[in-house]
């Protein structure tokens, strides 16, 4: 067993992790956050999301550390809102995801960069699917404009597409080969639709915990890490100690070094307390993760 001292950071995923569709935060893991912050453990929230959705969630918890955004594309302060680092698709690379996407019949939503502004581009509406509509919806600071024409904005922080069946995954094939990196992940504002994000190489909620972990003298080892999809599999395969949640996707659960009951069972609070806290014993683990060495 984990001695339970060596947890210096933990760091959640939101979706699916911490809160789904028509759910917040439960009691028992604010309890957990914060008897882990009592003992001088950090936390910071690790998410697709954007600020506006993101920040007043870690506000809640009482968090005042750092928050990563956008799958790890751009970290800022929780208390101002001020970034600390950020690292946008090139303009180039953005141009050409758009237009494959575009000729998919898909519907590339655009984070514009911080630095312009932070809201988001979408094409005509005749291009939304559904669930793009949806998701849309949720959203401010949504500006509409003709896609196919120049000039994009310069170097935005992601694209993201919300679709599902046969023309999300032309697109995924379409989209594979660029020099980009591609997550897929969910949004309890859409939850049964599929999310392809496109962010620039290196763009990730692991290697973002790496920088700040290094920035706060915590090596890897004292680091646990809780997430539930494909965009925390670089997260929870980097950590000391790697948490899937129990209704993770099979490759996400087999990476992890433990396999926690799902978000209904209160995993992430089962989680910080069996390995930050040291409690054990409240509820056996849904399956077994197996060691990665």
């Given at each position: 067993?984990?001695?339970?001292?060596?947890?210096?950071?933990?760091?959640?995923?939101?979706?699916?992790?911490?809160?789904?569709?028509?759910?917040?935060?439960?009691?028992?893991?604010?309890?957990?956050?914060?008897?882990?912050?009592?003992?001088?453990?950090?936390?910071?929230?690790?998410?697709?999301?954007?600020?506006?959705?993101?920040?007043?969630?870690?506000?809640?918890?009482?968090?005042?550390?750092?928050?990563?955004?956008?799958n790890g594309a751009v970290v800022a302060e929780a208390c101002t809102g001020a970034f600390i680092t950020r690292l946008p698709l090139p303009h180039r690379e953005a141009r050409e995801a758009i237009d494959r996407v575009l000729a998919c019949g898909?519907?590339?939503?655009?984070?514009?960069?911080?630095?312009?502004?932070?809201?988001?581009?979408?094409?005509?509406?005749?291009?939304?699917?559904?669930?793009?509509?949806?998701?849309?919806?949720?959203?401010?600071?949504?500006?509409?404009?003709?896609?196919?024409?120049?000039?994009?904005?310069?170097?935005?922080?992601?694209?993201?597409?919300?679709?599902?069946?046969?023309?999300?995954?032309?697109?995924?094939?379409?989209?594979?080969?660029?020099?980009?990196?591609?997550?897929?992940?969910?949004?309890?504002?859409?939850?049964?639709?599929?999310?392809?994000?496109?962010?620039?190489?290196?763009?990730?909620?692991?290697?973002?915990?790496?920088?700040?972990?290094?920035?706060?003298?915590?090596?890897?080892?004292?680091?646990?890490?809780i997430g539930d999809n494909f965009n925390d599999l670089d997260l929870i395969q980097w950590s000391g100690v790697g948490v899937a949640m129990g209704d993770a996707p099979d490759p996400v659960r087999r990476a992890a070094d433990w396999v926690a009951?799902?978000?209904?069972?209160?995993?992430?609070?089962?989680?910080?307390?069996?390995?930050?806290?040291?409690?054990?014993?409240?509820?056996?683990?849904?399956?077994?993760?197996?060691?990665?060495?």
């Amino acid at each position: 067993m984990l001695d339970t001292r060596a947890v210096r950071l933990i760091v959640l995923d939101i979706d699916g992790t911490i809160v789904g569709p028509g759910t917040g935060v439960t009691s028992r893991l604010r309890a957990a956050l914060v008897s882990a912050r009592d003992r001088g453990i950090q936390v910071v929230l690790a998410t697709g999301r954007w600020m506006p959705s993101a920040r007043p969630l870690a506000q809640e918890l009482g968090l005042t550390g750092a928050i990563i955004l956008h799958n790890g594309a751009v970290v800022a302060e929780a208390c101002t809102g001020a970034f600390i680092t950020r690292l946008p698709l090139p303009h180039r690379e953005a141009r050409e995801a758009i237009d494959r996407v575009l000729a998919c019949g898909g519907q590339p939503i655009v984070y514009e960069s911080p630095l312009t502004g932070g809201g988001i581009v979408v094409g005509v509406e005749a291009q939304d699917s559904v669930d793009a509509r949806r998701y849309l919806a949720s959203k401010q600071g949504v500006r509409r404009v003709d896609l196919t024409a120049e000039p994009l904005v310069p170097d935005p922080t992601q694209i993201v597409i919300a679709d599902r069946g046969d023309r999300v995954a032309s697109i995924v094939r379409v989209l594979t080969d660029g020099p980009w990196q591609m997550v897929e992940s969910m949004s309890v504002a859409v939850p049964e639709a599929r999310f392809i994000e496109i962010l620039a190489r290196g763009a990730t909620k692991g290697r973002a915990a790496a920088r700040l972990a290094a920035g706060l003298g915590i090596t890897r080892e004292g680091v646990l890490a809780i997430g539930d999809n494909f965009n925390d599999l670089d997260l929870i395969q980097w950590s000391g100690v790697g948490v899937a949640m129990g209704d993770a996707p099979d490759p996400v659960r087999r990476a992890a070094d433990w396999v926690a009951p799902p978000l209904a069972e209160d995993g992430a609070a089962i989680a910080i307390e069996r390995f930050a806290l040291g409690i054990t014993g409240r509820r056996a683990p849904a399956a077994a993760g197996g060691s990665r060495g």
